[in-house]
């Protein structure tokens, strides 16, 4: 109802929206500077400033002052599988001028959290969040960091002792093989 006892210059409703068929992803500022007066949202590319406003209007009865839309491209990428270069499609965000000033919560802590996640959902997140991190280096350097590499085992310790020790010339290689007679040398 606060829609309505906001004064409208323009008419509306003239866009119906049933059961959408787009994602719409409000997000959080990543700076701590930015108004309250203003939320970003993350939309599909066919979308126009009408149809946000028509959107946030009748689903949520939120009143704006104004829509701002900037289309980011997304950089080059190698595909892992393919290895081609290629442009991920890009990401439209708009940001929205609000009636009323939005204050975001504060993010819930990690004991906070365990109210409603059990420590099966936490072990997803992390592994989720080091995947993440995982593909951010494939994309950075090009080259996929094996897990294994990453944990040094005393195995990878031992045969890394024994590398060094042969290319210094420390000890000698040798197989303990006996040779086949006719591989002697001559």
């Not at 959408?20 to 990543?30: K, L």
Request: glycine content about 2%; hydrophobic content about 35%.
């Amino acid at each position: 109802m606060a829609a309505k006892a906001a004064s409208k210059p323009f008419k509306t409703g003239f866009k119906q929206v049933y059961l959408p068929d787009h994602v719409i992803t409000f997000c959080r500022p990543t700076r701590q500077a930015t108004l309250p007066q203003f939320a970003t949202f993350k939309v599909p590319l066919h979308f126009n400033k009408l149809d946000m406003r028509d959107y946030l209007l009748h689903a949520y009865s939120v009143a704006t002052l104004g829509v701002r839309s900037a289309v980011m491209r997304q950089p080059v990428a190698r595909n892992p599988v393919t290895r081609r270069v290629q442009r991920p499609p890009a990401i439209k965000y708009m940001t929205v001028e609000l009636h009323k000033p939005f204050v975001w919560p504060k993010e819930p802590s990690k004991e906070e959290r365990k109210e409603w996640h059990d420590d099966q959902t936490e072990k997803r997140v992390e592994l989720q969040s080091k995947q993440d991190q995982q593909m951010k280096n494939y994309q950075l350097y090009g080259k996929l960091v094996d897990p294994a590499v990453e944990k040094r085992t005393a195995d990878r310790t031992a045969l890394s002792k024994q590398a060094k020790d042969l290319v210094s010339g420390a000890t000698k290689w040798d197989n303990r093989r006996e040779l086949d007679p006719k591989w002697t040398e001559s």
